[in-house]
């Protein structure tokens, strides 16, 4: 699967947007673009995920770009739960082999 | 309600012991991974199976084994625990759904290795 590069923490104000994005310039055509998040303490927990179109859902909106080698996640209104590390990755339809997490980005929300 | 568990959740064992951590999820999914997660690297997949009598390795596998007799079920073994294998572990599932599955992780086992 290809990489993806995050920024290492990102900070936003409580009931805020944020927008957490991620660089993924070797995306292949089938590469699914997925986001999911760890809590302290946790396992990491699905966000979203994506392939072309933006997709929403009750938790956050993915923003694909056109050319796919970017995407940005939006959180609308951050809360302090929100408070987590966030991941982006790359799934192929082709196998698992080389999927990673990376170190994600850390985001925290003050209060 | 479906869920995937782990257990134990803390281990400490001694260097050159066989360590087995249990993972069963009632999702009945097909797909089963195991993860460590160490700081500076994120989580990095081990083995991973897509079934029944079905194991992969991923990219950390070298000192650990998996086995899938039946859909709920995928322990990780250790055959002879190293210090470097002081980790964090997580198990997750899924239904086979090409590259849009969803993955369900459990709440994870912290192993020393002394």
């Known amino acids: 699967d290809a990489k993806t590069t995050q920024p290492n923490s990102m900070e936003s104000n409580e009931e805020e947007p944020v927008h957490l994005p991620c660089n993924h310039s070797?995306?292949?055509?089938?590469?699914?673009i997925h986001w999911y998040r760890q809590l302290p303490s946790q396992g990491p927990e699905y966000v979203i995920h994506?392939?072309?179109s933006n997709v929403n859902n009750r938790m956050a909106s993915l923003a694909i770009a056109e050319d796919r080698k970017s995407s940005t996640l939006i959180l609308h209104r951050a809360t302090l739960r929100d408070a987590a590390v966030y991941y982006c990755i790359l799934r192929n339809s082709g196998g698992y082999q080389k999927v990673t997490f990376g170190t994600g980005t850390k985001l925290q929300v003050i209060p | 309600d479906a869920e995937i568990t782990q257990s134990p959740r803390h281990k400490i064992t001694e260097t050159g012991r066989q360590v087995t951590l249990a993972c069963h999820q009632t999702w009945n999914h097909n797909n089963m991974f195991w993860y460590r997660q160490d700081l500076g690297h994120g989580l990095r997949l081990i083995h991973y199976?897509?079934?029944?009598?079905?194991?992969n390795k991923g990219e950390v596998s070298d000192g650990y084994s998996v086995s899938r007799s039946n859909t709920e079920d995928l322990p990780l073994t250790l055959e002879s625990a190293a210090s470097s294998q002081t980790s964090v572990y997580f198990c997750a599932s899924s239904n086979p759904r090409g590259g849009g599955d969803e993955q369900f992780f459990g709440p994870g086992t912290r192993l020393t290795v002394l």
């Open positions: 199976s897509y079934g029944v009598q079905d194991t």
């Open positions: 070797t995306i292949s055509g089938t590469d699914y």
């Open positions: 994506g392939l072309t």
